[in-house]
């Protein structure tokens, strides 16, 4: 009896499986519109060893802003093999006293500090925060939708790697999202409760509008 048990799992493991894999890989045609399900598949005849590497994260990202912070980013839009994989990488760079500011994405992120010491962290649905001082080598998860950060706290620039559970898993900028939009002011001064002269500096900022 066991062992039939044993079979009929084995058979529907496999079964699914056989479900999920159609294809050994899906390289995204960026030539074509991207949907909710991803890319469309580039035709395999043209798929090269080129479409499963990437280069652009061995170049820091531009830090020259606010948050004296530059991200350079492996998503599918760059690096179009990662189409259908569930996975992608960032490289963060810090310069001293930089700050990745609050933001958010669609999905799960699990940061490694390369270089540097800095204090990550995040707030749950319970307005609980989580944080901790990592330096090189430590790593730390950050749980899908949260909001989440970074900061430099140390006297050298930081180097670190955030990979994640989608290979294109947005991300939304709290100060971004509320100050480089076409909102009204009279609103954001009701929802943020900031006073006039502080929105308009910080729409001056982020490149909002009226």
Known sequence: ???????????????????????????????????????????????????????????????????????????VPQFPGLNGMGLSITRADLEVGGVVPIHTHRVSELIIVIEGTIIAGFIDTNNTAYYKTLTKGDVMIFPPTLLHFQVNVGSTPVLAYASFASENPGIQIVDT?????????????????????????????FGGTN
């Open 1 to 75: 009896m066991n062992l039939l048990i044993f079979s009929v799992l084995s058979l529907l493991v496999s079964l699914s499986y056989a479900n999920i894999i159609q294809s050994d890989y899906c390289v995204g045609d960026l030539s074509l519109p991207s949907s909710p399900a991803g890319y469309s598949c580039k035709n395999p005849a043209k798929v090269t060893a080129d479409d499963f590497v990437y280069s652009g994260l061995r170049v820091a990202g531009n830090s020259a802003n606010p948050f004296k912070f530059g991200a350079s980013t492996a998503f």
């Open 177 to 205: 999202a509320l100050f480089g939009n076409s909102l009204p002011s009279e609103l954001i001064k009701k929802v943020a409760l900031l006073d006039d002269a502080q929105i308009k500096k910080l729409k001056k900022m």
